[in-house]
């Protein structure tokens, strides 16, 4: 009989352990690279509040385009300037976060024409800024950790082979992605679906339907619809101040401890909060990290 209780014991824990699993290392991330008055890399890192952070953004890729990195004021990728973030990109590591290249964003010019284009930017990413080689890479020898997809224009053809050939590299590469909170997604519904991703950060902002209004309603619907995608940890993304969300969906820093996160917790797919950006995170990080 005390054999038996011993066992159970430990099958409980045992499982315990499972389903708390994503939650237990529950973090944020944060997109850095469009303000050049946001602070370094380096610096960013520093704070301990992050375990990614996205550099933001390779703006200008695919359909015969010259892939383009824009880092802002940062540094010109052109004049060979931002080479010196090699460092930064290591003492981050070093620290133990993650540093991902962010590809599109809201206002670049990118698009797939077809599965062959994916694979070619892919070679091209894999080259420049993972494991690789080029004698061009725009960020210097540092090898990237992964690739986060901010795809926000286009057809939502491709990306899915453009996963696939990320990931035929290295498997171990992280992936990530950051659709828009209205499920599915447009551009990436179909990548996300390949169960490839292994970080969901959905953009719960400038979207009325499925955002933080005064009530967390909306926005708790759509996030049952989102941790129901495959095998990714599912984050909550918000803008880090009002200002960085023109079309609303920033929470105060005591509604989201207080009125969210308990309930988004207990999902065993949720893996913590994306925050749009450095530019606009003056203390709101430092805010809610301990409750993350």
Known sequence: MACQSKALTLLLSILLVSFCKPSSGAGIAIYWGQDGGEGSLAD?????????????????????????LNLAGHCSPSAGTCTGLSNDIISCQNLGIKVLLSIGGAGGSYSLSSADDAAQVATYIWNNFLGGQSTSRPLGDAILDGVDFDIEAGSGQFWDDLARALKGFNQQLHLAAAPQCPFPDANLDTAIKTGLFDYVWVQFYNNPQ?????????????????????????????????????????????????????SIKSSSRYGGVMLWSKRFDNGYSDAIKGSV
């Open 44 to 68: 960013t890192c520093n704070t301990r509040n992050f375990q990614f952070v996205n550099v933001a953004f390779l703006s200008t890729f695919g359909n015969g385009q010259t892939p383009e």
């Open 210 to 262: 499925c955002q933080y209004s005064g009530d967390a309603v909306n926005l708790l619907n759509a996030w049952s619809q989102w941790i129901t995608v495959p095998n990714s940890q599912v984050f909550l993304g918000l803008p880090a101040a009002s200002e960085a969300a023109p079309s609303g969906g920033f929470i105060p820093a005591n509604d989201l401890i207080t009125k969210v996160l308990p």
